[in-house]
């Protein structure tokens, strides 16, 4: 799979990704109020926003045929 997440897509991924996990520890910390099913939902989409982020590939936009880079 080729690279397909521009530096724009990959600081958005970024911010979107840190605010997701924050908010999922914070919710599995107990410190806000969210139920531990949509923690784990903002836990996974912070893992999947950062990994994009980070490997500069994203399969979805391979199989619409999207590139942002």
Do not use: H, P
């Not at 410190?31 to 590939?57: D, H, R």
């Amino acid at each position: 799979m080729e690279m397909n997440v521009g530096s724009t897509d990959k600081l958005a991924r970024i911010a979107v990704g840190a605010l997701a996990g924050a908010v999922s520890l914070a919710g599995l910390a107990g410190a806000v109020e969210v139920q531990g099913v949509v923690s784990l939902v903002l836990g996974v989409v912070a893992a999947l926003m950062l990994g994009t982020a980070f490997t500069s590939k994203c399969a979805l936009y391979s199989a619409l045929g999207i590139s942002t880079r």
